[in-house]
């Protein structure tokens, strides 16, 4: 991992940004409920995010130097699909989440990150590293589809 994190340190990391999905999902849901509208408070956390997103670049410009703007240029088209997902994600719980639970909201959006990502790491799509579909990673998915459906029933 360029020698820069372990991968204990990684996963940690992930671990803690997994935590504030269901968190993103009930407090956006509550600003969307307060201003009536899921699309505002979309835009809301947006605008903060953009804001505290342009306060970590000039600390990392800062310390390492300025990002070759440059390269954009010759980025794949699809590299920058990755900002409709986000703001399909975020207006999907910010509508639903209050609707059917934040449980179920992130149980479901769970579900569907861990079909994707199989196939992803799959196929090697997108550039990412392949690791081969196996009956272990087929079981697991269908462990959590089950306990998906349980969550669910259970509703």
Do not use: C, E
Not at 1 to 20: E, H, K, P, R
């Amino acid at each position: 991992m360029n020698g820069q994190f372990s991968f204990a340190v990684a996963a940690a990391i992930m671990f803690a940004t997994g935590l504030g999905i269901p968190m993103l999902a009930a407090l956006n849901g509550g600003l969307g409920r307060n201003l009536g509208s899921p699309a505002g408070a979309s835009v809301v956390m947006f605008g903060m995010a953009l804001a505290l997103s342009l306060l970590v670049l000039a600390v990392i410009t800062a310390t390492k130097g300025t990002p070759d703007w440059g390269r954009l240029r010759g980025a794949p088209v699809v590299d920058y699909f990755g900002a409709l997902f986000m703001v399909a994600y975020v207006l999907a719980v910010t509508t639903f989440a209050p609707r059917i639970g934040v449980g179920n909201a992130v149980f479901f959006v769970l579900l569907g990150q861990l079909v994707a990502a199989a196939a992803i790491d799959h196929f090697g799509w997108f550039g990412a590293v392949r690791f081969a579909m196996n009956a272990r990673r087929l079981a697991g998915i269908a462990v959590m589809a089950a306990g998906v459906w349980l969550a669910k029933r259970a509703a």
